[in-house]
T-cell receptor, first 111, second 116 residues
């Protein structure tokens, strides 16, 4: 059973600080990795994708990938109250055309 | 540009009944994946449809079945409902022709199913 593991949180971060979210995955052959944001009562929304080792930046968001360690992270700089949500790590199954999700980390930005 | 639409928004059923959920993919998308999300959990993959065929299936019993129509819309059917089937059912669309882009999922707003 291929798995994606996340700390469920909640992770509480002061406004303006950097929020760091982490994820590990079991499928060593995976090549595609995603972060989705899900507000309470809403559906997931894609915010970042990453395919190569290293960092990928998009505005206040930076995704980091280390395939050797099977580790993906998401950094949110200058955290805002509107960033309070559940962040889902997702990994493309290397042997099937499906995306596997972690259970999500609940992030709370305190003013 | 219409996004992914799902219906109904909410549904209440009793144990043993059958339910059909519907999904229309985002314009230009041809692949539909269905997920079940229990409260406090991540989405669990049910199955994926492309070219009117089930291409992939997750660890769900045969009570869960689906269909894709020529216009790419899709239905999810659940028979003999159990209390444990209560969850948010999410439809996600993607474009198979898009290379790596096809892996990016666009979700509908979901159907909240309650089984009493």
């Amino acid at each position: 059973q291929k798995e994606v593991e996340q700390n469920s949180g909640p992770l509480s971060v002061p406004e303006g600080a950097i929020a760091s979210l982490n994820c590990t995955y079991s499928d060593r052959g995976s090549q595609s990795f995603f972060w989705y944001r899900q507000y309470s009562g809403k559906s997931p929304e894609l915010i970042m994708s990453i395919y190569s080792n290293g960092d990928k930046e998009d505005g206040r968001f930076t995704a980091q990938l280390n395939k050797a360690s099977q580790y993906v992270s998401l950094l949110i700089r200058d955290s805002q109250p509107s960033d309070s949500a559940t962040y889902l790590c997702a990994v493309k199954d290397s042997s099937a055309s499906k995306i596997i999700f972690g259970s999500g980390t609940r992030l709370s930005i305190r003013p | 540009d219409a996004g992914v639409t799902q219906s109904p928004t909410h549904l209440i059923k009793t144990r043993g009944q059958q339910v059909t959920l519907r999904c229309s993919p985002k314009s230009g998308h041809d692949t539909v994946s269905w997920y079940q999300q229990a409260l406090g959990q991540g989405p669990q993959f049910i199955f994926q449809y492309y070219e009117e065929e089930e291409r992939q299936r997750g660890n769900f019993p045969d009570r869960f079945s689906g269909h894709q129509f020529p216009n790419y819309s899709s239905e999810l059917n659940v028979n003999a409902l159990l209390l444990g089937d209560s969850a948010l059912y999410l439809c996600a669309s993607s474009s198979y022709r898009g290379g790596a882009e096809y892996e990016k999922l666009f979700f509908g707003s979901g159907t909240q199913l309650s089984v009493l």
